[in-house]
């Protein structure tokens, strides 16, 4: 048995130093900003938003100087929202709405509706937010400074996640702990790999002449995961994409609810692996390493017989999981609740796996996803 548990130890070691080196190495969006004309287009897809929507175009037109113009698309929302933005629009000339165009077939409704707001946007640069995305002050003139200083043409913030609620605070930041246990977020400023391309939908600025160049979302029209794919494209076309840390100039709240947060999860965590392989291995890896560990402890507590191995590993798992409480403004307290959120997420996980491949699916805000049926 030593052998194994060493070999994890290995690895809790390895994950717990990428984990110190994406916190540290990974940069924030800069926090001073050229004054620019306006000349970027802010793009907002939008499907039954109206709790959203009104201060999400308020918030990009009071954010910045840079703002030409804000487009939202209604997506056949069957609430309030295309009454919410006519309205906007007749107060302030620079929001349109984008009426909608029935959904090809082959296409998701995200995918197509950018590619709608792309084919109105008047700017230079196109930013791409979701409705419950709130930007900050001075965010736009941040971003698109930090795009033009290092050179790239698309440039994605990672935003911060507003957790209001108990669980929430529980389940959330298992996102960034997979991508950030994953990913050397850092070698991406340095090597081009399309591998290393990273984004995040809520906030996602393309210049125009290189979006419409490669294709945009036209590239990327069938996946559900399409602002990672997207910034991958942009890598292997030969161009530069970045991911910064977007804490400061962007803020959303994904999920409300416990029932919300579980529908989300299924509906992302099978589909953000191109191979079932990955998705097994990825599985396999949570497991053995974050979940084996806590197991045994409990085991070991009741039977009086303690392996040392277990604890460094239960150890280094808080520690990772401290340090970017830290960075990413997490309540400490969520941390010691790591086992239970482990679990929740490998069980929803197991539920994305099972939906996806008996065809059934999953819906989210009226559409079904991964299932034969089509939906407007």
Not at 144 to 162: I, K
Request: proline share 5%; with cysteine; net charge positive.
């Amino acid at each position: 048995m030593f052998p194994f548990w060493n070999l994890l130890i290995a690895m809790h070691i390895a994950v717990l130093v990428l984990i110190i080196s994406n916190m540290r190495g990974w940069p924030r969006v800069t926090t001073s900003a050229a004054p620019h004309y306006p000349h970027v287009s802010v793009l907002i897809p939008a499907r039954n938003e109206a709790a959203n929507i009104e201060e999400a175009v308020e918030d990009a037109l009071t954010c910045s100087g840079s703002i030409l113009e804000v487009l939202v698309y209604n997506d056949y929302s069957v609430d309030q929202t295309g009454e919410i933005v006519a309205a906007l629009q007749e107060r302030d000339q620079r929001i349109r709405l984008i009426h909608p165009q029935p959904l090809p077939d082959g296409w998701y409704g995200k995918t197509f509706a950018c590619v709608q707001l792309a084919a109105e946007a008047q700017g230079d640069w196109l930013l791409f937010i979701d409705a419950d995305t709130r930007l900050q002050a001075g965010a736009v003139d941040r971003i698109v400074t930090d795009a033009e200083h290092r050179g790239v043409t698309f440039l994605s913030c990672w935003p911060r996640l507003v957790m209001c609620g108990f669980w929430e605070k529980v389940f959330m930041p298992m996102l960034n702990f997979v991508v950030f246990t994953l990913l050397p977020a850092p070698l991406s400023l340095t090597q081009s790999r399309p591998a290393l391309g990273l984004a995040h939908g809520a906030c996602i600025l393309a210049r125009r002449a290189e979006y419409q160049l490669i294709g945009g979302h036209r590239h990327v029209k069938t996946e559900l995961f399409e602002d990672t794919a997207l910034a991958r494209a942009w890598r292997a076309n030969g161009l530069r994409s970045l991911c910064l840390d977007g804490q400061d100039v962007a803020h959303v709240r994904m999920y409300d609810s416990l029932p919300s947060i579980w529908r989300g999860f299924q509906k992302i965590l099978y589909p953000a692996f191109r191979h079932a392989h990955s998705f097994w291995l990825f599985l396999t890896f949570h497991a053995t390493l974050f979940v084996l560990p806590f197991v045994v402890a409990i085991y070991q507590i009741g039977t009086g017989h303690y392996t040392h191995a277990v604890w460094i590993m239960i150890a280094t798992t808080f520690t990772g999981r401290a340090i970017q409480a830290m960075r990413f403004q997490y309540p400490l307290w969520s941390v010691l609740l790591h086992p239970i959120a482990e679990a929740a997420m490998l069980t929803a996980s197991l539920a994305s796996w099972y939906n996806y491949r008996l065809g059934k699916g999953v819906e989210w805000k009226g559409r079904s996803y991964g299932s034969r049926r089509k939906t407007l």
